[in-house]
């Protein structure tokens, strides 16, 4: 057996280890789904939900929500974090801004949300863009200061004579593995921001909304659906992306990982 | 052509107390064209803020270097610079990291492709054009490096103790290289070093600086033909010279 099967096969037991621990407990232990929803509840629940056909419609607006959010924080930090890595200037002018409104917990724009976008999926995708953007922006702050001199000083004696060409062909690439990080945080925060934002009645769709709608409705194994559901997407955004960054744009790294 | 004059130049580096450290003091310099120099001296003399000014990467404080009559104002393709530590771009292969310089000149994709294969074959590494620099060894990277400086063709060519991280059989190899690719191109090279074996090797002239602020203490003509024998008798007295001027400025400062 390699080590690659061993891996996945012991993955497999302790899963279903957790699963039957489970069941016990929820059975025989606390006895009623309402406390703790069996797994075969949770399996009844999510076999209806499928059936009903909201879990496929909720899932999409709630990547809508998100897409939103994270490509308007990516629209918005990255070029940001860009002029105040690069631009001294920028720097100074724009960090006490930032520094102010960086600490303000990204939910706590859900009010204003309502207020500037109604209920919509722009008000969604705002606090998500809340969520997502100071971790874009920082980090693409930091990694533009950390840009090797040596390969700017490359690039301007190989012929970049202006800032737009030396961000665009030389501190760009170098920046984009630690940019590429930032970005993978990011979309965790616009995750947790998702689920809250859809939660507050920002939206009446979405993953985070039905999670909060089936708590008032007292079903609790649909809540436990709606937790792994989003868990499980949350895992595959996360893995797309990473997969894409090391496939697309690390190939010159070697073996690392975003 | 590649000819560069410098005149009268020092160079201050401010300090935040507000004083100064007096990196170069009136240095003046003549070096003809196609000429091989080395600049040695003890640490700290300023021999690479000399060569950073003359790639255009420092403005000196006073007086003025030009190349082929124009004053240098700031870095340009024309003076190629390879730097000591390894300053190819890592997410370019190694064919356009070659290429990178007629890129920003504006050359098509399929012709700056061609000059830097021929570079790449001059350095000898035309199995790994299509490598990522990670993938190569140290003196293959400052090859690259080299090739890249080359295609854009540059007046003069700037090193700065390029073969410094190498080890003691990779220098030796890349010093044969480097001789046979500055008789191939016929460029100006002025070269960084603290190797004064390097230097006896490698140049027409060695020009000695004094310590910090560092000046021109002594330009040693080295006549012999190429390629030199570090074995022999006058190799070695030319380079207790060096050594003991070096030693001496140490000592007295």
Redesign the interface.
Known sequence: MNQQTQKRLLGIAALAVVAIVWQIIAEYVVGRSFILPSVTDVAEAFVNLLGSGTLLADTAVSLEHFGIGIIAALLLGVPIGILMGWFRVADFLLDPIIEILRPIPPLAWIPFAIIWFGLTTQAAGFVIFAGAFFPILTATYAAFRDVPKVFVEAGKVLGCDTSFELIRYVALPAAIPAIASGVRIAMGVGWMCLVAAEMFGVSTYGLGYQLWHNYYLHQMPSVVVYMLILGFTGLIIDRIFRNYVDKQLLRWRAGEVA | MGSVSIANVSKAFPKEDGTATQALEGVNLEIGDTEFICLVGPSGCGKTTLLRII???ETPTTGSVAVDGHTVT????K???V?Q???L????KVVDNVA??Q???GVGKEERRKTADHYIEMVGLSQFRDA????LSGGMRQRVAIA??LA?DPDVLLMDEPFGALDAQTRNHMQKELLSLWEQTQKTIVFVTHSVDEAVYLSDKIVVLSPRPGSIREVITIPWPRPRDRTSAEFAEVRRRVLRMIDESESTQ
């Open positions: 790639a255009g990467l700031g870095p340009d393709p003076r190629g610079m730097f530590e390894y300053s771009f890592p997410w370019l990178f310089g890129e920003m000149k990522y620099p990670y993938e890249r400086a854009n």
